[in-house]
């Protein structure tokens, strides 16, 4: 079984553009999540999507952004990049109304 | 009150060694703690969890012991291996609401298993 897949590997943007970083769950997964892992900030909890819906949303500001598709992929939008956005961006699955959650990779986004 | 606290910041262990992380919460709403084991490089891997209303949970080399009454929890790596060098992460989950379904991280526990 195929775990979540995230791409890009890497990203590099400056400050000021657009980043959109994409997330595929674990098939069969409804429900998707996105975390923010800065450099000695821990893990913090940016969106989660189940069934299309944006279900609750952590304390970041409204550049960032998101949407679930149909086949439920899910797509994280960061817009008007600064400098401290750079960090690895993890997406993480679960079956809806379970706990267990499973990371992809994520995706490193530099801000220079 | 969403908060959970993890300690100690780094470890290092002797080979064959007990591996002792520790974590403790406030909100007693709080009802699933998983540990994640993350590598350099890579998303964290879901390693062991324990429910509320039970007291002890063990994986092979992996136990978590749970005090509800301290709203503590901890994680006992027994026979530490070098290959168990890793950051670690308690997290904790505000129940199956269907509204906040968020993992609630603790701030990780570098640790090296020495030879």
């Known amino acids: 079984e195929a775990g979540v897949t995230q791409s890009p590997t890497h990203l590099i943007k400056t400050r000021g553009q657009q980043a959109t970083l994409r997330c595929s769950p674990i098939?069969?997964?409804?429900?998707v999540y996105w975390y923010q892992q800065a450099l000695g900030l821990g893990l913090q909890f940016l969106l989660w999507?189940?069934?299309?819906?944006?279900?609750n949303r952590g304390n970041f500001p409204p550049r960032f952004s998101g949407r679930q598709f149909p086949n439920y992929s899910s797509e994280l939008n960061v817009n008007a990049l600064e400098l401290e956005d750079s960090a690895l961006y993890l997406c993480?699955?679960?079956?809806?109304?379970?706990?267990?959650?499973?990371f992809g990779p994520g995706t490193r986004l530099t801000v220079l | 009150q969403q908060q959970v606290k993890q300690s100690p910041q780094s470890l290092i262990v002797q080979k064959g060694g007990i591996s002792i992380i520790n974590c403790a919460y406030e909100?007693?709403?709080?009802?699933?703690f998983p540990w994640y084991q993350q590598f350099p490089g890579k998303g964290p891997a879901l390693l062991i969890a324990?429910?509320?209303?039970?007291s002890e949970k063990k994986e092979g080399r992996f136990t978590i012991s749970f005090n509800k009454s301290a709203k503590q929890f901890s994680l006992h790596i027994m026979d530490s291996q070098p290959g168990d060098s890793a950051t670690y992460f308690c997290?904790?989950?505000?129940?199956?609401?269907?509204?906040?379904?968020?993992?609630?991280f603790g701030t990780g526990t570098r640790l090296q298993v020495t030879l």
């Open positions: 999507y189940d069934e299309g819906e944006e279900r």
């Open positions: 098939s069969g997964h409804t429900s």
């Open positions: 993480a699955s679960s079956l809806v109304r379970l706990a267990e959650q499973f």
């Open positions: 909100n007693t709403a709080f009802d699933y």
């Open positions: 997290a904790a989950l505000l129940g199956d609401t269907g509204t906040a379904s968020k993992l609630t």
């Open positions: 324990i429910r509320p209303d039970v």
